[in-house]
């Protein structure tokens, strides 16, 4: 199984801050790898597929990186909408997740 | 537009089976890579992934939960089921069903929230 490793596990920023968000996989996953947001009582949002690929209707302030065994998110001015937990999930061989991220108000 | 709703027991007696439905609309499961994944996450916890069943009945499961999960999809109605044998406390969480197409999970339903406990 692939495990993936999110870092840090809680993030303390302000708004208009730029954060980055880490992810590591056990196994070279190429790029099959998907970030989400999920608040709280609520599903989770895909937000980037493929690493890098910007679902439709998502602000253009998130971004994805990487490829083989490590990945960053980055939300590049948080506004208030974005505190929220985040989570990575590989989907190179069946599916898995990080433990998420939470980003909290500093 | 694409929806997606968990329905089932809220509580579950420990050794029980579990049922949840999830009943879709604005898709088919009938059409090529197309499927429908579920996920749970325990109260406080992370997102883990079960199992799923694409467009042509093909399940692919968990490795840790295999032996005790099947899906299956309803060639009648725009439902898919889960059943998860055996429970224990530990499988209370908030279970969700997610549609699936080119291994993402783009829409999601609610969730439902399942306690094991007698």
């Known amino acids: 199984d692939i495990q993936m490793t999110q870092s840090p596990s809680t993030l303390s920023a302000s708004v208009g801050d730029s954060v980055t968000i880490t992810c590591r996989a056990s196994?070279?996953?190429?790029?099959?790898l998907a970030w989400y947001q999920q608040k709280p009582g609520k599903a989770p949002k895909l937000l980037i597929y493929d690493a890098s690929t910007l679902e439709s209707g998502v602000p253009s302030r998130f971004s994805g990186s990487g490829s083989g065994t490590e990945f960053t998110l980055t939300i590049s001015s948080l506004q208030p909408d974005d505190f929220a937990t985040y989570y990575c999930q590989q989907c190179h061989s069946y599916w898995s997740f990080g433990q998420g991220t939470k980003v909290e108000i500093k | 537009q694409i929806t997606l709703k968990e329905s089932g027991p809220t509580l579950v007696n420990p050794t029980q089976t579990l049922t949840l439905t999830c009943t879709f609309s604005g898709f088919s499961l009938s059409t090529g890579g197309v499927g429908v994944a579920w996920v749970r996450q325990p109260p406080g916890k992370a997102l883990e992934w079960l199992g799923l069943i694409y467009w042509d009945g093909d399940t692919l499961y968990s490795t840790s939960l295999q032996t005790r999960l099947t899906i299956t999809k309803d060639t009648s109605n725009p439902q898919v089921v889960l059943k998860m044998t055996n429970v224990d406390p530990g499988d209370t969480a908030t279970y969700y069903c997610?549609?699936?197409?080119?291994?993402?999970?783009?829409?999601w339903g609610q969730g439902t929230l399942v306690t094991v406990s007698s």
């Open positions: 997610a549609h699936l197409t080119a291994r993402r999970f783009d829409f």
């Open positions: 196994h070279s996953i190429t790029t099959w």
